[in-house]
């Protein structure tokens, strides 16, 4: 379980692929103090830690994870936001968040509002149930609030600590980003939809 309050910037080294995974070693500020097997949010997706060597550590996406994120196109450079999953007696600084990306979006807009930024995403019709005015969405893994809710767009402002300390700071129009829908929603659509099917 994750709160989307990315902890550290990390930088892929290495891309390999095995069968129909993808293996990553990841360098960060925080590598050398992860263990194995434990859980790292990884651009908003939960993923293994399965070697740690001084300042790098080491994951893999399976075929489903590749299918649903945009893990399938990083590569060597790759800039990717961090987040170590919450102690059970810490703050919940942003929302509820487990790392399971629904979907990926695609930046259609981002704006320099001279103070902050405002990012646009489009993404799949199937999911505009889920997404409200003032809710809450994982973007990259980062916790954030959408406004401009119309149809399958949204947008979300960014403050300049959020801007610099995230990977949206790279992004540009084109750029496809991972999307984590709230988990309560989903579970109040899930309900509504199988109460209506039954109906």
């Not at 069968?19 to 050398?32: E, L, R, V």
């Not at 709230?182 to 209506?196: A, C, E, H, S």
């Amino acid at each position: 379980m994750f709160t989307g309050i990315i902890e550290a910037l990390g930088i892929v080294t290495s891309v390999e692929n095995k069968g129909t995974n993808k293996t990553f070693w990841i360098s960060s500020p925080i590598s050398a103090e992860l263990k194995v097997d434990q859980s790292l949010s990884h651009n908003g997706v939960c993923l293994t830690i399965e070697e740690v060597y001084t300042d790098v550590h080491r994951v893999t996406a399976v075929e489903e994870t590749l299918n649903k994120s945009d893990l399938d196109s990083w590569k060597q450079g790759d800039t990717i936001n961090l987040e170590r999953c919450l102690l059970i007696n810490g703050r919940l600084d942003g929302h509820i968040v487990q790392g399971h990306v629904d979907c990926t979006a695609v930046l259609i807009e981002k704006t320099d509002l001279n103070g902050s930024w405002a990012h646009t995403f489009s993404y799949p019709d199937n999911f505009k149930a889920l997404v409200i005015e003032k809710g809450s969405i994982a973007v990259n893994g980062i916790s954030l609030t959408v406004f401009d809710a119309v149809n399958n767009n949204f947008s979300v402002a960014l403050i300049p600590y959020t801007y610099s300390h995230t990977n949206l700071q790279n992004t540009n129009s084109g750029d496809t980003v991972n999307i984590e829908f709230d988990m309560v929603g989903k579970y109040i659509n899930r309900y509504l939809v199988t109460k209506d099917a039954k109906s």
